[in-house]
Structure formats: C-alpha cells, structure tokens
C-alpha cells in the first residue's frame, strides 16, 4: 500500500484527470499478490478507505469522499477490479512466454482500469469527452507502463 500511496503522489498535471504513476503500483499488485485474490483487492480497498477517511493517499496528496464522488472515482473503482482479475488470471497460461503473459494481464488491467474511468467520467463530461479527456490521453502511457513494470518484474 506504501508504494501505490507514493506512486499515486508522481503525477503529470491534466485536466480533469492526471496521468500519475498509481497503475503502476496497482499492476505491480496485481502481479505479486497472486497468491490470494482477496489480498490484492483488500490492499486496494484498504487504500481507497484510508482515503475516503482523510489521509492524503490519493494523488496530489488529495483524500477524503470528494475523491471517491469526484472524476476519478472510477479509476479508483477499476483499480479493484483490475486487481481481482489480474490475480485470477494469473494461473491461465495465454502463451508459453511468462513475460508476454505478464505484458497482457497488465493490459487487461490497465483496459479495466480505464473502462471503468470512462463509464464514470461519462456521467459527468458525456461519453465523448470521457474518452477524449479520460480515455485517449492513457492508451498510450499505459502500453508503456504495462511493458516497463515488466522489465523490472
């Protein structure tokens, strides 16, 4: 939980959400806690509770339920579930080569992730603009991050 608070804190300032480096921590999770899908998810909820309780966790040092009610409560959302599902992944066997099965639960993460974003931004920019402001400007950044926690994995 100590390293998605301080990788949730490197951020890239955008409007209505920043690009920071929480997927990262959220992919390492789902990669080394694959022993017990309920312990992965409860790391994220755990930090998602100390938020909403009032310690800076989120990005920014920001906390408290106007994150959880804010642009990107879905992204937090989609945290939990990435996280779930990567770890119940896990032990399926896409290809033969660890590394490219590794790449791929991080995209399937990081689609997760930012479909879950999209449908709650959605509710506030319209479908559209969610994409445009919540979803696009990811895509690319999150192809990157799911290759580089791998190398370093």
Same mark, same amino acid.
Request: aromatic share 14%; hydrophobic share 50%; proline share 5%.
């Given at each position: 939980?100590?390293?998605?608070?301080?990788?949730?804190?490197?951020?890239?300032?955008?409007?209505?959400?920043?690009?920071?480096?929480?997927?990262?921590?959220?992919?390492?999770?789902?990669?080394?806690?694959?022993?017990?899908?309920?312990?992965?998810? $409860?790391?994220?909820? /755990?930090?998602?509770?100390? &938020?909403?309780?009032? @310690?800076?966790? !989120? =990005?920014?040092?920001?906390?408290?339920?106007?994150?959880?009610?804010?642009?990107?409560?879905?992204?937090?959302?989609?945290?939990?579930?990435?996280?779930?599902?990567?770890?119940?992944?896990?032990?399926?066997?896409?290809?033969?080569?660890?590394? $490219?099965?590794?790449? /791929?639960?991080?995209?399937? &993460?990081?689609?997760? @992730?930012?479909? !879950? =974003?999209?449908?709650?931004?959605?509710?506030?920019?319209?479908?559209?603009?969610?994409?445009?402001?919540?979803?696009?400007?990811?895509?690319?950044?999150?192809?990157?991050k799911s290759v580089?926690?791998?190398?370093?994995?």
């Amino acid at each position: 939980m100590a390293l998605l608070t301080i990788c949730s804190q490197i951020v890239t300032p955008m409007k209505p959400i920043f690009i920071s480096l929480q997927t990262v921590a959220v992919m390492f999770i789902g990669l080394t806690l694959t022993y017990n899908k309920t312990t992965a998810s $409860l790391t994220i909820l /755990s930090y998602i509770t100390l &938020g909403a309780m009032g @310690i800076p966790v !989120f =990005g920014e040092f920001s906390s408290g339920l106007r994150i959880l009610f804010g642009p990107t409560a879905g992204y937090l959302a989609g945290f939990v579930i990435a996280v779930y599902i990567m770890t119940s992944l896990e032990d399926k066997i896409f290809t033969s080569n660890k590394w $490219l099965n590794q790449v /791929s639960l991080c995209l399937i &993460g990081n689609i997760i @992730i930012m479909s !879950f =974003g999209w449908m709650w931004l959605s509710k506030l920019l319209g479908p559209s603009g969610a994409f445009y402001g919540g979803v696009l400007p990811f895509i690319i950044p999150g192809i990157i991050k799911s290759v580089l926690i791998n190398w370093t994995y």
